[in-house]
């Protein structure tokens, strides 16, 4: 209890704060109980799981159906993964009989007995508890359900695990494509329902918008429902089908190639047109008279570009369509499309006005490709200047080849953005703006599911994390609705103190392991191990990434 808790003149007058509120109907069933854990306030029958499939009563208690997830350097072979809380009791007084899973490797008679802890990995540096199935700290006032102390290096550490319950929170997807999905602004579609908008594109890539607050509750309750659900399939890793109005049919799933269209994508661009003549002219030097690589922003053309003029290459009296920016760089020289340099064209010819035949000449060499290298031609000038397709000689085509070499594969990301609100802070400490301060003076690592998260500069703790390096089924949903996600504080126990953290409910980390939360009410009552992904920097080795 701080001073900013206390009743000033009223000694004793405390309030009794009770961890499951009174039922609000007097009419409820015996045999149910209300789910304090989001503002829906499910009545559940025993044997049966809330709205959320995320809690459910087993003998009159609430419980967190999935087991709380625990991440080691290390999980060996043959090793149990999933251990219920042997020294936890039930509300109504009987021990958990939670029953253990198979272990990894298949080792059926070492999953019929529980795995003792081992007592020498009681160090920060070791075990990291993620708040991946802790449950969480709604309504507010109550302390998050695991603050764990350890050490790390000597240094006396705590890590302040939950689950936050997010209604400002959108995911950022980032589309390696040089396809035309949509104009910026429009409308996506999910299952008919607008989940969110397309974004500026960046180099190389299509950026989406899905989710947010406006969708989640400023909506009819089937667009808040359908963009609920499209963010939880897309924060677990599943496919989403997505529909852009006046763009592409996509399927998007996070570390996979994007479909545009029912084709699935397979390069992103080495560069714009222009960036790709300056890359390769060297290469191109002697081989050809011109190149023009088309692209839907910007078109390059070689023997105008500063590339083809260091060069001392004779200009080849091509006229391209569309708006000249610099030398040797052109915009707007077709509709945005899913054809040739992510352009609406099929004949890269048509992009040509024609040629100065005061410079042009019969035999000239026309190398045309996209900037993926994924459509490329040869052309010869005839009599007439008249570009005919020829078979592309060996040396040019193998620039072509270092071309698409030189192009990454295509991939969607999908990253989470949330602002760690009133529950999240709240859960953390009763003055939730030292919090805050604490994180923007670097003396807090936020990490969701031991996944690093940048903590954007400004306002607030406002959180990006990839998906892709967070645990399986990280993210839930409520149905108010909003996204359940996993949000963990560490920091130096001196510095928790001083930010007016709940000590009194700091626990070391060998009673969480045996016990689990600090709380009955909706607690999990199984911990399971995965190993940290190497990617991953340990939490309690790192600062925090801030902005």
């Known amino acids: 209890m701080t001073e900013h808790t206390k009743t000033d003149g009223l000694p004793g007058m405390e309030p009794q704060v009770l961890e499951r509120a009174k039922p609000r109907s007097e009419r409820m069933a015996g045999d149910k109980i209300e789910c304090n854990a989001c503002p829906v306030l499910c009545q559940i029958t025993v044997g049966r799981s809330g709205a959320c499939d995320r809690y459910a009563n087993v003998d009159g208690t609430l419980v967190r159906v999935d087991p709380v997830i625990l991440l080691r350097k290390a999980v060996d072979g043959g090793e149990q993964v999933l251990v219920p809380f042997a020294g936890r009791t039930l509300a109504n007084g009987t021990e958990n009989l939670a029953t253990a899973a198979e272990p990894v490797g298949g080792n059926a008679s070492a999953a019929s007995a529980p795995v003792a802890w081992n007592g020498d990995l009681l160090h920060a540096d070791d075990v990291f508890v993620t708040g991946v199935g802790s449950s969480t700290t709604y309504p507010d006032y109550k302390p998050a359900p695991f603050i764990v102390s350890s050490q790390s290096d000597g240094v006396d550490m705590v890590t302040v695990v939950t689950e936050g319950i997010f209604s400002y929170c959108s995911f950022k997807v980032k589309i390696d494509t040089d396809r035309y999905l949509g104009p910026e602004q429009a409308n996506i579609r999910y299952k008919g329902e607008v989940v969110g908008h397309v974004t500026t594109a960046e180099y190389g890539s299509q950026m989406l918008s899905l989710g947010g607050v406006h969708h989640l509750t400023g909506g009819s309750k089937k667009e808040g429902r359908l963009t609920a659900e499209i963010m939880q399939l897309l924060g677990n890793k599943q496919a989403a089908e997505v529909m852009i109005d006046g763009g592409s049919q996509i399927v998007i799933q996070a570390g996979r190639a994007p479909i545009v269209n029912g084709i699935e994508e397979q390069r992103m661009r080495v560069g714009c047109g222009s960036a790709t003549i300056g890359i390769f002219a060297k290469q191109l030097f002697g081989k050809v008279d011109e190149v023009i690589v088309v692209d839907d922003h910007i078109t390059g053309v070689l023997t105008e570009h500063q590339a083809g003029r260091c060069l001392d290459m004779p200009l080849s009296g091509v006229k391209i369509r569309g708006r ?18 992510g352009t609406d064209i099929s004949d890269p010819l048509s992009i040509l006005e024609g040629w100065d035949a005061s410079i042009a000449r019969p035999g000239m060499r026309l190398l045309m490709t996209s900037t993926t290298g994924e459509h490329a031609a040869w052309f010869i000038l005839d009599e007439n200047l008249t570009p005919v397709e020829m078979p592309m000689p060996p040396e040019v085509h193998s620039v072509v080849e270092r071309i698409g070499e030189n192009c990454e594969p295509s991939l ?29 003076n670097a003396l807090v690592n936020v990490t969701c599911g031991g996944a690093p998260a940048y903590v954007w500069p400004g306002g607030g703790i406002t959180v990006m994390t990839d998906v892709t390096r967070m645990p399986d089924n990280s993210f839930g949903t409520v149905p108010t609705p909003a996204i359940v996600a996993p949000i963990e504080f560490t920091m130096r126990l001196a510095d928790y103190q001083a930010l007016g953290g709940h000590m009194e409910y700091v626990r070391p980390l060998s009673s969480v392991l045996q016990s689990g939360a600090w709380h009955n009410e909706g607690a999990p009552q199984q911990r399971k191990w995965l190993q940290q992904p190497d990617v ?3 939490p309690s080795a790192v600062g925090p990434m801030l902005g």
């Open 324 to 341: 000249k920016s610099t030398p040797g760089r052109y915009f707007q020289v077709a509709n945005p499309g899913t054809g040739w340099g």
């Open 412 to 440: 969607t990301t999908v990253l989470f953005l949330g602002g760690a609100g009133g529950s999240l802070r709240a859960g953390v400490t009763e003055n939730p703006v030292l919090l805050t301060r604490a994180i923007k």
């Open 536 to 538: 991953n920097a340990w």
